[in-house]
């Protein structure tokens, strides 16, 4: 069983910084894409950035030159620097792992979850 747990999100004021980490667990044999995304109240859930094994990133517009993916393979972990935050980055905010099992069996797996909310 493979199980995905996000740390790091909160309470922020405009222009300050987070940081949400997201770590997997489980019957793991290899991870692919990891990814960022973010669903703010009556709105549908969008990317906001993703990396691949090779460490090539993709970031939403809206985000662009503030926040900031990584990944460490050796922890199964894929983080999201978030700088100069905006009130419209209000959102909850999902992980996602595209994860092989030893079973060879792979899917996209998703986090719980974590609320960021920047007051203005």
């Known amino acids: 069983q493979v199980q995905l747990v996000e740390s790091g999100g909160g309470l922020v004021q405009a222009g300050g910084s987070l940081r949400l980490s997201c770590a997997a667990s489980?019957?793991?044999?290899?991870?692919?894409?990891m990814a960022w995304y973010r669903q703010a109240p009556g709105r549908q859930r969008d990317l906001v950035a993703s990396?691949?094994?090779?460490?090539?990133?993709n970031y939403a517009d809206s985000v662009k030159g503030r926040f900031t993916i990584s990944r460490d393979n050796a922890k199964k972990t894929v983080s999201l620097e978030m700088n100069s935050l905006k009130s419209e980055d209000t959102a909850v905010y999902f992980c996602?792992?595209?994860?092989?099992?030893?079973?060879?069996?792979?899917?996209?797996?998703w986090g719980q979850g974590t609320q960021v909310t920047v007051s203005s």
């Open positions: 996602s792992q595209d994860i092989t099992n030893m079973n060879h069996h792979a899917q996209r797996y």
């Open positions: 489980g019957d793991i044999l290899s991870i692919a894409n």
């Open positions: 990396i691949t094994v090779s460490l090539t990133t």
